[in-house]
């Protein structure tokens, strides 16, 4: 069975600390691997989408890197705000372009100020 | 970038009433659609796999006849939630699929049925 994992489910971090949430999937055979954003009451918004080609994407802060070997992404955010509080979801697609995402828990973050 | 419209966004309905939502790509065409459902501090849930012109493909455990999917145009997906029940009340995510691969994602619908 293909499964995202998401470790830890909760992260506080004191504001400007650089921190890295986790994910692991179970199928190395990944075809893409993308990284959402959800506030509380509200839908999903894309932040990083990453090929099984590719190693890593990088969009202002945040950085995303993928290791099909390992079966591990990481979410790298540098010098966090309080506006970065928010869940973070880690979704993977297996079968190809038109098949569905497999969700991640998602990890909760708490960046105080 | 591509935009997924959702509605309503919010629903309240009476148990054994249905109750349609509606996923619209506004900016780009999406041959194939996904439903998903989210329970309160739950990951999201696939519950069906919708392709323009054709029968919806359900996950295990997703009764295709209480939830009805159609997927009428290239921008326009919807779902049907028939006779529904309290324990139906979640949050319903859509998204989209561009011809890149990347999936869009609509603002949900909150369903409460009383």
């Known amino acids: 069975k293909q499964e995202v994992t998401q470790i830890p489910a909760a992260l506080s971090v004191p504001e400007g600390e650089n921190l890295v949430l986790n994910c692991s999937f179970t199928?190395?055979?990944?075809?893409?691997l993308q990284w959402f954003r959800q506030d509380p009451g509200k839908g999903l918004t894309s932040l990083l989408l990453?090929?099984?080609?590719?190693r890593e994407q990088t969009s202002g802060r945040l950085n995303a890197s993928l290791d099909k070997s390992s079966g591990r992404s990481t979410l790298y955010i540098a010098a966090s705000q309080p506006g970065d509080s928010a869940t973070y979801l880690c979704?993977?697609?297996?079968?190809?372009?038109?098949?569905?995402?497999?969700f991640g828990k998602g990890t909760t973050l708490s960046v105080s100020s | 970038g591509a935009v997924v419209s959702q509605h309503p966004s919010r629903v309240i309905c009476k148990s054994g009433t249905s109750v349609k939502i509606e996923c619209r790509s506004l900016d780009f065409q999406a041959t194939t659609m996904f439903w998903y459902r989210q329970f309160p501090k739950q990951s999201l849930m696939l519950m069906a796999t919708s392709n323009e012109g054709s029968k919806a493909t359900y996950e295990q455990g997703v009764e295709k006849d209480k939830f009805l999917i159609n997927h009428a145009s290239l921008t326009l997906s919807t779902l049907t939630v028939t006779s529904a029940h309290p324990e139906d009340s979640s949050f319903y995510i859509c998204?989209?699929?561009?011809?890149?691969?990347?999936?869009?994602f609509g603002p949900g619908t909150r369903l409460t049925v009383t």
């Open positions: 979704a993977a697609t297996f079968g190809g372009a038109g098949t569905a995402l497999i």
């Open positions: 998204s989209a699929r561009s011809r890149g691969g990347e999936q869009y």
């Open positions: 990453i090929q099984s080609s590719q």
């Open positions: 199928d190395s055979a990944i075809y893409n």
